[in-house]
């Protein structure tokens, strides 16, 4: 292909179509769809008796969306990942191909650049999807990544925000607020560190929150769940910006309004127990925090019997008409009305 | 949709659900193929019976890509949506939807983005193509801005890079070096500026070489031109960098030589006339300028008679096998190997 060799200390861009080479190397095509990958002006793909669900292009910039003080390359290449194939999962679809581009000062290395892609890759066999496109270009600092993720459906079983009807069980993924939690953990031990290096960072027993800030996991098998137990949501929605105002844009879209209760908002207890440390409330954590890339929806409250006792996802309330608007009720019994958090983007807790 | 109201002065990102609102109502839908565009997590599209042609992601950033001091930002977005089509018709595909996302710092108003929203509706207007995206998050510092285009073909339409054979013709669409040169009167302009602000910069009678550089066309006819004659190239790839880097790129991944003669360069008489103010060569800056988005492509000789004295583009040579190297006739007989030139990214000429 290219004669420029590849040398993993030399800077972008000018060992640029050696670097692609090298990624091309190691990317592996898990779908049938992907008919022609990297390598040329575009891809080719064949999605024949399918509706094809396609992503937004996502922005992730430096110093807003992540940190490098603390986020190791691979594990941002991972992440990158998550957040784009969860959109995807959230229209009740699978994702198959992915592209992802970097804009990288000439200060960064080729090395760290494969570093990012290893993450990559990694997430790519995790989701079994095609990475179809890895331009690099230059910036003037910093690094900025986008990417784009394609995905496919059958069309009666696409699911958008806007099918929630009152009577509905509201239901979310996992567990909420650990993600930002690790973030507030590892911004606290980077103080500590810039203020004295000697110091080492203190981060044992916090393995979870953690994992859940620098390498979260999107619940790639709740599509096939719903598909074995014969459920369709009536309505989906990521949850990359915190609870409360996912649940806020799903109402929104739905014209309707909601009920949750506290207690039932899954909170892990490595996440409580930090709370505690650092005097927040883990509720508020879960509610504003974002970044846990789990979904939230719901299904019809005639559908309880088939998917309670089930271990992938918590019911946390229940659809309301419009004009009951959308409260949570507290574990004292006093009602608050949601509000959606300051944060209203992804990866955006950075400073 | 979302009860943020929109306010132009308001700075990005508290203003986002209103100002995206803005954009989707701004959108027209031109294809069959884009079932549900704007205001979900991801778009939902049908491919049916067709390949499917998918660009990479592609990243325009400030200070590198462009420069805001002489690019009116409508202007940027028609040329983000141009460069990004082009894409599309190097695979001999029609393009048929856009996802552009933008990361701008706090200080943009939201009437900016508007501006550049604009000129990417002119845009899709123009290529008939659908924006199924338009995500906005927040950076540092300057904008940076990432697209994503889809297209389609019939599988045996579909033309790589790759397919180039001995004694093909090479040829080019329009004329090159324009853009380039364009670009050197803006800086040469800004400069004077910047000392003197008192001084209107001098842009009479380069209306053409500005135009090529701030709002480029990409050829959106040849794919059409291609099946009325009957026509398949045997390979093909976009001008984004210099027509060497190009021909180098397509003669690799053909594995075949090339002849090319300078006499035959398309160069317009307005590019020609600023090289000589600007003591430049025009054929270099046709050679290594770059941001052209012409397309490059071989035709078997075969076909010779049937685009013979058209209009759209021009015969610069022939493919060799590859002991023969890349070669260029200069005018007066003397015979240059062809070199990549040092600038190999799209829209990267500024500083």
Redesign the interface.
């Known amino acids: 292909?290219?004669?420029e060799l590849y040398n993993e200390n030399t800077s972008i861009?000018?060992g640029?179509?050696g670097l692609i080479q090298k990624i091309k190397e190691k990317t592996s095509k898990y779908n049938s769809q992907t008919?022609?990958s990297i390598?040329?002006?575009?891809?080719?793909?064949?999605?024949?008796?399918t509706?094809?669900?396609?992503?937004?292009?996502?922005?992730?910039?430096?110093?807003?969306?992540f940190d490098l003080t603390y986020t190791p390359l691979k594990h941002l290449g991972y992440k990158v990942v998550t957040a784009a194939v969860?959109?995807?999962y959230?229209?009740n679809?699978k994702p198959i191909?992915i592209?992802?581009?970097?804009?990288v000062s000439n200060s960064i290395m080729q090395k760290h650049i494969l570093e990012f892609y290893d993450g990559v890759h990694a997430a790519c066999k995790n989701y079994v999807i095609d990475l179809?496109?890895?331009?690099i270009?230059?910036?003037?600092?910093?690094i900025?990544i986008?990417?784009?993720?394609?995905?496919i459906a059958q069309?009666d079983e696409?699911v958008?925000?806007?099918g929630a009807l009152p009577t509905d069980l509201l239901c979310v993924t996992g567990d909420l607020g650990a993600s930002y939690l690790g973030l507030q953990l590892l911004e606290r031990e980077k103080t500590i560190f810039n203020s004295n290096p000697n110091v080492q960072p203190e981060l044992k027993g916090y393995e979870y929150v953690l994992r859940r800030q620098l390498k979260p996991e999107s619940p790639k098998d709740l599509t096939d769940y719903f598909k074995k137990k014969a459920v369709k949501p009536t309505s989906?929605?990521?949850l990359s910006n915190g609870l409360a105002s996912e649940i806020i844009n799903l109402c929104?879209?739905s014209n309707v309004g909601c009920e949750i209760f506290q207690e039932r908002i899954p909170i892990s207890s490595e996440a409580e127990k930090l709370a505690k440390e650092f005097n927040i409330d883990p509720v508020i954590a879960a509610l504003n925090g974002g970044e846990d890339y789990e979904l939230l929806f719901t299904i019809p409250l005639s559908d309880y019997e088939k998917i309670k006792n089930n271990d992938m996802f918590s019911i946390i309330g229940s659809i309301n008409t419009l004009d009951k608007g959308r409260n949570i009720v507290m574990q004292d019994g006093t009602i608050i009305t949601l509000e959606p958090s300051l944060n209203?983007?992804?990866f955006?807790n950075v400073q």
Chains 1, 2 share one sequence.
């Not at 592209?99 to 804009?103: E, K, M, V, W, Y």
């Open positions: 292909m290219s004669e861009p000018f640029k179509s008919v022609f390598g040329d002006d575009a891809s080719v793909s064949n999605f024949k008796d509706e094809m669900v396609l992503s937004k292009s996502l922005i992730f910039a430096e110093g807003i969306h969860t959109s995807i959230a229209m679809a191909q592209s992802i581009a970097l804009s179809i496109g890895g331009d270009t230059t910036s003037k600092k910093g900025t986008a990417a784009f993720v394609t995905g069309k696409i958008f925000r806007s989906m929605i990521s929104n879209s209203n983007q992804t955006q």
